[in-house]
């Protein structure tokens, strides 16, 4: 069932409507000041004592004894995709002249405002339909953002319990723009975020079916932490802390070690694309077949899978995977921030040494980026921004390793 919501028609005035039930596309999300969630990584908000799931104690009981590992993954894209908002998370402008996004409407744009309470900086979205003096204005405030913005930043806001997107987000290069999934002109702010969606932008958050979007405001780890792979740390910790001398590993889980198709589930679990919920979201325990929790979607083979939705997918099809024993985790350090396509080259040249079966050509050369040749960036056509008349479609990194055409990377 739907709830009654205010938005701005393209001719200016506020109307009623009905707020849809859907899946929010993930891209990248954000929450409002007055409803902190616990847990928070934010520096400028004080940590909240959190409704944890069974047996979690979060990162800080990790760094401990792990302290080189925790801060180096607290760098990654992984433990940033959801953070509380402050000035250092949202990477968009809030200076005048540049917080404003102007729609094909000529008489809506939204605006981007900070604003000091007791204080402390809370953020807000308006939109601002009608023409001078006649104007109507609807506000919401950030609560969370999703995404690490190393590609762009989506912003949520609480109607009471309930997570909605909000209509603008931010991508890097390109500025604020239209949320995927909210039309270009129009001041639409009724898209729900559902479990699904934050599985994948989150750690945990504490769901209160129904309706779908509604959570608890204290139920809440954001970010990907340490225990999203390798489960819950409690019993670990105990154990470490009361016998230091038992083996290494005790009672915790560390994927390295899974056979090669679990690690794949765990990677699949939000790399493979949004599959539809067998089990309730947050349930899936890392180490355990993922198609008991989520089915999958199964990719027309005559079709080549978007770059943004299965890179697990694309993976698979490549020569790379079919031929050897890799997984994810053979050219990706999950602790670590990787930029250096030299050093993903290096993993390359692990098998594919010059004058061997699998470096065919001899007149090919060495070079220390095989990456943007045999994995370019394409543009995907599953976050589409439409802003001010004009479609932008982002590029991403195919995980779709092969020989490319010399004219798909230019």
């Not at 047996?55 to 180096?72: E, I, Q, T």
């Not at 095989?370 to 001010?388: A, G, K, W, Y």
Request: aromatic share 8%.
């Amino acid at each position: 069932m739907g709830r009654q919501s205010r938005a701005v028609c393209r001719h200016g005035c506020l109307r009623s409507g009905i707020r849809a039930c859907g899946l929010v596309l993930c891209v990248v999300l954000a929450l409002p000041q007055g409803h902190i969630p616990a847990y928070a990584q934010s520096d400028t908000h004080p940590p909240v004592q959190p409704h944890l799931p069974a047996g979690y104690l979060g990162d800080a009981a990790c760094r401990s004894c792990h302290a080189d590992k925790v801060d180096s993954f607290h760098q990654t894209a992984h433990y940033l995709t959801s953070r509380l908002p402050d000035e250092k998370s949202i990477l968009g402008s809030f200076a005048p002249g540049e917080n404003l996004l102007r729609t094909s409407n000529a008489a809506l744009f939204f605006r981007m405002d900070e604003r000091r309470v007791s204080g402390q900086a809370e953020f807000f979205q308006t939109a601002v339909a009608g023409t001078p003096p006649d104007t109507r204005e609807r506000s919401e405030q950030f609560a969370f953002v999703i995404g690490s913005g190393s590609k762009g930043q989506t912003f949520l806001y609480w109607d009471d319990d309930q997570l909605f997107e909000l209509p603008v987000s931010y991508w890097r290069n390109l500025g604020w723009v239209n949320s995927p999934g909210y039309r270009d002109g129009f001041a639409e702010f009724d898209r729900p975020i559902v479990p699904r969606c934050m599985e994948c932008h989150a750690t945990y958050i504490e769901s209160l079916l129904p309706p779908e979007n509604s959570y608890s405001h204290t139920g809440f780890i954001p970010g990907i932490q340490c225990e999203k792979c390798h489960g819950p740390g409690k019993e670990h910790v105990q154990l470490e802390t009361t016998n230091p001398r038992a083996s290494s590993g005790s009672a915790i889980l560390n994927p390295a070690r899974f056979p090669r198709e679990r690690q794949m589930d765990l990677c699949a679990w939000c790399h493979a694309g949004q599959g539809d919920a067998l089990q309730p979201a947050f349930s899936y325990k890392p180490g355990e077949p993922l198609e008991r929790y989520v089915r999958l979607p199964q990719p027309d083979p005559d079709a080549p899978p978007d770059v943004h939705d299965n890179q697990v997918a694309m993976l698979r099809r490549s020569r790379c995977f079919q031929a050897s024993d890799m997984t994810c985790i053979t050219c990706h350090d999950s602790h670590a921030p990787q930029h250096d396509l030299a050093e993903f080259s290096r993993r390359c040249m692990h098998c594919h040494q010059p004058n061997s079966p699998v470096f065919q050509r001899r007149d090919h050369p060495v070079t220390n980026n095989c990456i943007d040749c045999h994995m370019p960036r394409l543009e995907t056509n599953l976050i589409v921004f439409n802003s001010q008349g004009a479609s932008l479609k982002p590029r991403m990194r195919s995980h779709w390793i092969k020989v490319y055409a010399a004219t798909t990377n230019p």
